[in-house]
């Protein structure tokens, strides 16, 4: 897997480059330091999905592009079977299963992430970004941290929500989670 982190990290680093784009404008825009930043573009630390997503916004481009190095070709639908998306681990907590990469000029992006149980009862760590979100739980049950509240989420259960907050899942009861993220 870090070698793939690796070859999205140097996707990324090339796209800014011949987008003109400089560091501290793209760390300015993801709103992290300019120093993290680096650290992402050289594949020393993983890009978080939810920076990915961003930064494809910023450059213009597609996040398939940045995920496996091709620009997505299809424009009137695209089937991912089941277990074949393309799959991210951008985070040690979530694992991201890239449902439609292949679909050209998308208004949104669809995800099945995975949700381990932490071991150690701590709080996940937070992220934000643009836009908004759609969480659909399949499997497990889900504690969802967003500005200052916890919802519990069970099969079946959903939340829209504005994803420029700060937000985490976590599984919960010992057991792992699964849920269908749609970020808009």
């Known amino acids: 897997m ?4 690796k070859e999205i990290a140097d996707r990324v680093h090339e796209l800014r480059e ?6 501290k404008e793209m760390a300015e825009y993801l709103k992290v330091s300019d120093e993290m930043y680096q650290k992402y573009e050289s594949g020393i630390e993983d890009i978080p ?4 997503f961003e930064i494809a916004h910023k450059l213009h481009v597609d996040m398939a592009t940045l995920l496996t190095g091709e620009e997505p070709r299809m424009n009137i639908f695209t089937l991912t079977r089941d277990g074949k998306g393309v799959c991210v681990e951008r985070r040690k907590q979530y694992g991201y299963q890239n449902l439609a990469e292949k679909f050209i000029h998308k208004k949104a992006e669809f995800f099945i992430v995975s949700v381990e149980p932490k071991s150690n009862g701590t709080k996940p760590e937070t992220n934000s970004h643009a836009g908004q979100e759609f969480n659909y739980v399949l499997e497990g049950n889900l504690k969802v941290y967003i500005h200052d509240n916890e919802i519990v989420l069970k099969k079946g259960d959903s939340i829209y929500f504005d994803s420029n907050y700060e937000h985490a899942m976590e599984a919960m009861d010992g057991e792992p989670a699964k849920f269908l993220a749609v970020v808009l």
């Open 18 to 23: 011949l987008s003109d784009v400089s560091i």
């Open 49 to 52: 999905a939810s920076l990915l």
């Open 2 to 5: 870090q070698e793939k982190n």
